[in-house]
């Protein structure tokens, strides 16, 4: 996988031209992973659960060769008004659906999306190994997951988690400091981070700290990019190497945002940040 993919959680309430043209400059840009959920629908103007997997699948059918060239990424687990459910045939059910939505044969990247606390990691695993074997799945992540959920379904499954989804930005730094990327670093998995801009706060300065705003701004003028693509710089700075879900839908940001991954922050740019980010001095 590249270090940036396309992230669909937006991807509905626009005409299949505009939608493919989005997957297309993401694809010719390198950013092979494509990430979405069966609940993406239920925002961003969408109507309906799966809309956003229903249009990715519709444009995959209409051109096949645009699936050869991704990591295909989607997400299982949230139920309105449950809110979760990871139980074996819930989880069975939902990647099935998946696939039949996506209209393709297999997901390269199956992830639970949020964690049931309700369901032993043992049956999980059951179903995610079961789905596996079946080949209706390559390999499988997690997302929200704190590093114990983490670290408990990794035990009950015969083959490794292949990646987690937390959220990191400039504005969200928890994965620095609650384990999950030092949990990556050990054990190989591949941190994709959603959100790397904040919602967009550190696009158009939104509530994030002006002295946050500030530090971007002035590593930004001097790399000759945007603030947004010098913060998702600071996400890819990371020596887990983390991925980021650029959730964008136009293609002309991604192409700016692709930039970041020909920005060189050292270290002490990456520490500016995150001083600025928390408002105190590391010690």
Not at 57 to 72: F, K, S, T, W
């Amino acid at each position: 996988m590249g270090p940036l993919g396309v992230g669909c959680w937006r991807f509905v309430a626009r005409p299949d031209e505009e939608l493919r043209a989005v997957l297309e400059a993401g694809l010719d840009l390198g950013m092979n992973l494509v990430d979405t959920a069966d609940i993406y629908g239920l925002g961003w103007g969408g109507t309906a659960r799966g809309e956003a997997e229903e249009n990715l699948g519709r444009i995959l059918a209409a051109a096949p060769a645009l699936r050869d060239r991704m990591v295909l990424a989607t997400k299982g687990g949230i139920l309105p008004g449950i809110p979760y459910n990871s139980g074996r045939d819930a989880i069975t059910e939902a990647c099935e659906d998946s696939l039949r939505r996506l209209r393709c044969d297999v997901i390269d990247l199956y992830q639970i999306h949020r964690p049931d606390m309700l369901t032993h990691p043992a049956e999980l695993a059951e179903a995610l190994a079961g789905l596996r074997a079946a080949g209706k799945i390559r390999e499988v992540g997690v997302s929200n997951f704190t590093t114990s959920q983490h670290e408990a379904l990794a035990a009950h499954l015969p083959f490794p988690l292949a990646a987690t989804q937390p959220e990191y930005s400039a504005v969200q730094l928890a994965p620095l400091r609650d384990g999950t990327f030092d949990l990556c670093m050990q054990h190989g998995v591949v941190p994709l981070a959603w959100s790397p801009l904040a919602g967009g706060r550190l696009a158009d300065g939104g509530d994030a700290r002006p002295e946050l705003l500030a530090t971007l701004d002035r590593l930004a003028e001097r790399e000759g990019v945007d603030r947004a693509t010098l913060a998702v710089a600071f996400v890819l700075a990371h020596p887990a190497k983390p991925v980021a879900l650029l959730g964008t839908q136009r293609p002309e940001r991604l192409a700016s945002l692709a930039r970041a991954a020909g920005v060189q922050l050292d270290r002490s740019d990456v520490y500016d940040i995150i001083e600025a980010s928390e408002g105190v001095r590391l010690p």
